[in-house]
């Protein structure tokens, strides 16, 4: 889908300009497709729920996991009521428990005073309320028995076939890379160590993702398709490359600076997805009722993951009666609605564009270029150039919207933004990448024109959207 609030250059006569060659590693469909949902939810729920764990030890009873209310149609609510595009549910975390009916284990859902089969309501209540949905599957596991020897990953992938099979699309799969076999004791009688590296055999793994469900991404600290942003408080770097030398990279095995800002050299296309919790824990604790993150925390989240190139996994836990908890839920539909608010009116949409160069074109601009497709490029060499945004009447901006036009991989390695301000250009920021999104978050300013400089690139430019709000 293109932007919706663009206001570009086109390519003049662009039937007859070669588009620019793609520039490095360059996104599949499916993540170009994932680029586009931007943000979606996650939900952690197990036996951790009604233990008060975060990390469970896999022995607790199935018997435990017992929610008096549980509706995952009202998680679907809030959550599209939010403008998030999904649900990624914990169909099993670390201490084993299955939300589904698995005929792999007992430990599982049907065998609790539940009884029903969660991933089949979540996925169901996906569908009806117009999300895209996602499992992840916890690798470790501290309830199998197996677990630490070959027969376990036949288990693991016998599960995962289960999840992409029975329960319709899936957009992402979610590897988790925590395991504290790999050294840390903590468990009712675990003593089980594993090789993170070498124990799973991930290609493998991957395979059967890509033959069951080709559409989907899937998660881990090194990809294949995005990668862990090496931190779970809610932020991105600020120079934020989508891509990385995958083979440096594996889920449990991680550079967090690396995944934090990718790797202006990387190899593939690996962009980062950042993984917060709308409450301290990952799980829902009546402890920390108070501590639910507040739009202000939420909204410097948004700038920091999807405005620093990168995608939202926001998490959302159920509480013991399978309910989002009203704060929680009072805090995402205001946050959705500020962010609806923030960029309702793109003051760019009364622009007139100009550019230093336009590719294969003498011309600096046309009215009739500046359109709703396409993308402002600049000819091949031209790696320096500018794109001015001039307005009739004063405006008041206080956020710039920039995206590249990523299909043709990452390019922009510096750029300024400059305002217009009685006669006198104005430098705003000075910042690096770009990606597939970057948003600049500045005091007011009351300009008649505003000046993207890219200053440093690695090829020629490809931008597709600058917005001013
Ligand atoms: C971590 C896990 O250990 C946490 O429990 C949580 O699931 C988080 C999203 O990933 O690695």
């Known amino acids: 889908m293109k932007k919706l609030s663009l206001v570009l250059l086109l390519l003049t006569a662009c039937i007859r300009v070669p588009e620019p060659a793609p520039c490095g590693p360059v996104p599949s469909e499916r993540q170009l497709a994932w680029h586009e949902l931007e943000r979606y939810v996650f939900i952690h729920f197990t036996t951790n729920t009604f233990t008060d764990l975060e990390w469970g030890y896999g022995d607790e009873s199935e018997q435990i996991f017992n929610p008096t209310a549980c509706d995952p149609r009202q998680w679907a609510d809030i959550v599209s009521r939010a403008g998030f595009k999904g649900i990624v549910l914990t169909a099993k975390h670390h201490d ?3 939300l589904w009916d698995t005929k792999y284990t007992e430990h599982n859902i049907m065998n609790s005073p539940y009884g029903r089969d969660l991933v089949l309501e979540v996925s169901d209540a996906c569908r009806e309320y117009g999300l ?7 690798p470790w596991d501290r309830n199998h028995p ?6 376990y990953i036949d288990y693991y992938r016998n599960q995962l076939t289960e999840l992409l099979t029975n329960y319709g699309d899936i957009f992402e799969v979610w590897f988790d890379g925590a395991n504290g076999g790999t050294g840390w004791y903590g468990g009712a009688d675990e003593r089980r160590h594993i090789d993170n590296l070498t124990y799973y055999d ?4 991957w395979e059967i993702v890509r033959k069951l469900q080709p559409g989907a991404v899937m998660f881990s600290d090194g990809g294949p398709d995005c990668r862990w942003v090496g931190n779970e408080a809610g932020f991105a770097g600020e120079t934020n490359w989508c891509i990385l030398r995958k083979a440096e990279f594996a889920p449990g095995h991680a550079d967090t600076y690396a995944l934090n800002h990718g790797q202006e050299d990387g190899t593939d296309w690996l962009p980062a997805e950042v993984d917060v919790s709308i409450r301290p824990g990952w799980f829902y604790h009546e402890k920390e009722d108070d501590r639910v993150k507040s739009v202000d925390q939420l909204m410097d989240i948004y700038y920091n993951s999807i405005g620093r190139n990168g995608n939202l996994i926001l998490n959302v836990p159920p509480d013991r009666r399978g309910l989002i908890h009203p704060t929680d839920s009072a805090n995402l539909i205001a946050f959705g609605e500020a962010l609806e608010e923030e960029f309702a009116h793109n003051l760019a949409a009364q622009a007139r564009f100009e550019a230093s160069n336009v590719r294969g074109s003498s011309r600096r601009f046309a009215a009739s ?5 396409g993308y402002w490029a600049t000819d091949d060499g031209v790696t320096e150039a500018s794109i001015t945004a001039s307005l009739r009447k004063p405006v008041t901006v206080s956020r710039i919207v920039l995206q590249e036009h990523i299909a043709l991989g990452q390019r922009v390695q510096a750029f300024s933004i400059e305002a217009l301000k009685d006669g006198q250009w104005e430098t705003i920021d000075s910042q690096t990448t770009i990606g597939h999104k970057r948003i600049l978050r500045f005091d007011p300013v009351t300009t008649t024109a505003i000046r993207v400089n890219i200053t440093a690139s690695k090829a020629c430019i490809a931008l597709d959207n600058v917005g001013l709000y």
Not at 146 to 151: E, M
Not at 202 to 205: I, K, Q, R, Y
Not at 369 to 373: I, N
Request: neutral net charge; charged residues 10%; hydrophobic residues 35%.
């Open 96 to 98: 084993g428990f299955c």
């Open 132 to 138: 895209k949905f996602g499992v992840y599957l916890s």
């Open 146 to 151: 197996d677990y630490g020897t070959p027969a």
């Open 202 to 205: 991930w290609p493998l793994t």
């Open 369 to 373: 270029q500046v359109a709703g497709s």
